[in-house]
T-cell receptor, first 110, second 112 residues
């Protein structure tokens, strides 16, 4: 198994632009998680899905952030419009019991 | 407030030496406690998972302990290697949800 796949690995964009991060979970995993990691705040859960249904989105910073999981093998995290304070590494993880993390997307908003 | 605190923030040791990382938590209700290793530029990787009834678990040179009464855990690394240089994150699972609460990590550097 290739593990959790995320794309792109790096994204540099300008303030105000839309950013879409993508995640393919491990086949057979029924839960998917989006995290954000910064030096100041460490890892923070943004949202998680169970069987493609959003269960807890209380960590989503504001309305500029949205996440979807249209099927069991794909999820997106969208930021529109992006701001410099959104610069961070965004991780996707999937699980049945233990969470397996993807390699992350390093986002830089100029 | 549900929190996970780790100490020290950073640690430098020489190759071959042992070290112990600490984790205190106030998460309630407690479900399980995990230690993750995160190499630079990579996602976290699970080392151990312990439930309420377990007080020690090993994974090679890594040994985690859990005292559910005092809400403390430690991760002991034996005979450190250069490849142990990474951040080690203590994570507590709350109740019967999938939601994890993360500590801010201990940055370990192993020098030759």
């Amino acid at each position: 198994d290739a593990g959790v796949i995320q794309s792109p690995r790096h994204e540099v964009t300008e303030m105000g632009q839309e950013v879409t991060l993508r995640c393919k979970p491990i086949s057979g995993h029924n839960s998917l998680f989006w995290y954000r990691q910064t030096m100041m705040r460490g890892l923070e859960l943004l949202i998680y899905f169970n069987n493609n249904v959003p269960i807890d989105d209380s960590g989503m910073p504001e309305d500029r952030f949205s996440a979807k999981m249209p099927n069991a093998s794909f999820s997106t995290l969208k930021i529109q419009p992006s701001e410099p304070r959104d610069s961070a590494v965004y991780f996707c993880a999937s699980s049945v019991y233990e969470q397996f993390f993807g390699p992350g997307t390093r986002l830089t908003v100029l | 407030k549900n929190q996970v605190e780790q100490s020290p923030q950073s640690l430098i040791i020489l190759e071959g030496k042992n070290c112990t990382l600490q984790c205190n938590y106030t998460v309630s209700p407690f479900s399980n406690l995990r230690w993750y290793k995160q190499d630079t530029g990579r996602g976290p990787v699970s080392l151990t998972i312990m439930t309420f009834s377990e007080n020690t678990k090993s994974n090679g040179r890594y040994t985690a302990t859990l005292d559910a009464d005092t809400k403390q855990s430690s991760l002991h690394i034996t005979a450190s290697q250069l490849s142990d240089s990474a951040s080690y994150i203590c994570v507590v699972s709350r109740g019967n949800t999938d939601k994890l609460i993360f500590g801010t990590g201990t940055r370990l550097q192993v020098f030759p």
